[in-house]
């Protein structure tokens, strides 16, 4: 049971690599904090809201122009503003999000039916992966199910790893297929 559990989380977080979703949220900087916590799930920063022109804190006052030209690094769940923001300010993110196991309501967040589907494929490649395993380390695999009893030899092996490496090109191309085309058109005009 533990290395199913492993095998579907393991699954869900590739897939939130591989497909993630787009999430937005606010960070309520304050002056004289540099270091927020980002939103559960976040896996990489996608944009932020700048500060050019002008612009007003929360309070009305207007936003140093030096905070134009502010950096930010983006580590351990946590971003980082550099320098330490001399205003108070909402800054809206966007962020692609991995899809968070929660443990109330025993579930992964934002994962659909259909994501979920797509997980499968790789969590069934990583059990196989495991079987195999076992089976080459000389124990074969040995299962009872009601009068049925089932015995695979460790020569199993081989097949079982074969079945492990058509469901990861079955998952890679179900991840293909679910993320689309990408890509981008330029527009060039003469002067």
Same mark, same amino acid.
């Given at each position: ?101 929660? $443990?109330? =309501?025993? %579930? ?7 994501? &979920?589907?797509?997980?499968? @494929?790789? *969590?069934?490649? !990583? ?21 049925? $009893?089932? =015995?695979? %030899? ?7 790893? &074969?079945?492990?490496?058509? @469901?990861? *090109?079955?998952? !890679? ?19």
């Amino acid at each position: 049971a533990a290395q199913y559990e492993r095998a579907v989380r393991d699954a869900v977080a590739d897939l939130g690599f591989r497909l993630p979703r787009v999430g937005q949220a606010t960070l309520a900087v304050t002056a004289g904090t540099a270091v927020y916590d980002l939103p559960p799930g976040f896996t990489r920063l996608v944009g932020m809201e700048r500060i050019d022109g002008v612009m007003r804190d929360g309070a009305g006052y207007l936003v140093p122009s030096s905070a134009a030209g502010e950096r930010h690094t983006v580590s351990g769940g946590k971003i980082t503003f550099h320098p330490v923001p001399a205003y108070t300010l909402d800054r809206v993110i966007r962020y692609a999000a991995g899809y968070p196991y929660d $443990t109330g =309501t025993d %579930a992964f967040i934002g994962l659909t039916d259909d994501l &979920a589907r797509i997980a499968m @494929l790789r *969590a069934q490649a !990583q059990a196989l992966r495991a079987q195999a395993t076992q089976a080459a380390a000389g124990a074969g695999l040995s299962y009872t199910i009601g009068d049925t $009893t089932v =015995t695979r %030899a460790a020569s199993s092996g081989n097949l079982v790893v &074969a079945q492990a490496q058509e @469901l990861d *090109a079955a998952y !890679q191309d179900a991840v293909r297929q679910a993320r689309g085309f990408i890509g981008a058109r330029g527009e060039w005009r003469p002067s």
